[in-house]
């Protein structure tokens, strides 16, 4: 339960449900003294607050913490096109997921995890927090599965070393299902699922075994499959998809 008996919840978890931010993002503005309840900054993680009484603001802006059980759930499939920005807003002016999907609900929603600027395919959009952060959290590894068109044409044993798991940067990856799907004159279609989040990891994987990515594409973000999406379209995911999401988290 996010809510005590008294009708109380910790700000972190309200600010996340809210949409501010992830669970993780929000706990940082606390302690960064951005949030403020009532008539003052608070800066200490654990602290309660009352969604139907307390006012918050984050960088002075007022952010409606309507209290859980009277918020309505919504959820949202969007097949996104390459050159829109997987955020809610963008300081320099460019496109957003949002322009996309803008009047296809009153709530405040905003996109699940990350889909690069010039990725195509599969992206959850909903104004539930607590689902957002349990989909995005590692410790639950949500497949999603991608075409990669990349460069040359890769052997299978260097394939196979992303199917063991390939070490990056920031540490080794998790093994990946790989399959060649087809060859186009000097290049590759390759389908890929992984069950982890990081940073622009297809692109990376792809790069470490020198087969550059050319184009990406998400065709399933764990039940959701962008199938008889066009570009830029968006539907109301069904009960039943909901219901399979929900269980790749127990």
Do not use: C
Not at 80 to 101: C, H, S
Not at 124 to 133: K, Q
Not at 150 to 160: R, S
């Amino acid at each position: 339960m996010s809510k005590n008996d008294d009708g109380t919840e910790r700000l972190q978890k309200a600010l996340a449900r809210a949409g501010v931010a992830s669970r993780r993002a929000a706990e940082q503005m606390i302690v960064d003294g951005r949030v403020r309840v009532n008539d003052g900054v608070v800066t200490e993680l654990g602290t309660k607050i009352d969604p139907a009484k307390d006012l918050v603001r984050v960088d002075g802006r007022s952010v409606h913490v309507r209290p859980a059980d009277e918020q309505t759930k919504v959820y949202f499939l969007l097949n996104k096109p390459a050159g829109f920005l997987t955020t809610t807003k963008d300081d320099r002016g460019r496109r957003t997921v949002m322009d996309l999907v803008r009047g296809a609900s009153d709530a405040r929603i905003y996109p699940v995890g990350r889909l690069d600027y010039d990725a195509e395919g599969a992206l959850l959009l909903t104004n539930d927090g607590e689902l957002a952060n349990l989909l995005t959290h590692p410790r639950y590894h949500v497949p999603k599965t991608y075409l990669a068109k990349v460069k040359g044409v890769p052997q299978e044993a260097v394939l196979d070393k992303l199917r063991r798991g390939i070490f990056l940067e920031d540490g080794p990856t998790k093994p990946a299902h790989v399959e060649v799907v087809e060859k186009v004159r000097v290049n590759t279609w390759i389908e890929i699922t992984v069950t982890e989040g990081r940073n622009r990891l297809i692109k990376r994987m792809f790069w470490r075994i020198q087969h550059p990515v050319l184009k990406l594409v998400r065709t399933k973000f764990g039940a959701l499959d962008r199938d008889g999406l066009r570009l830029g379209e968006y539907r109301e995911i069904e009960p039943k998809e909901l219901q399979q999401l929900r269980a790749l988290l127990d």
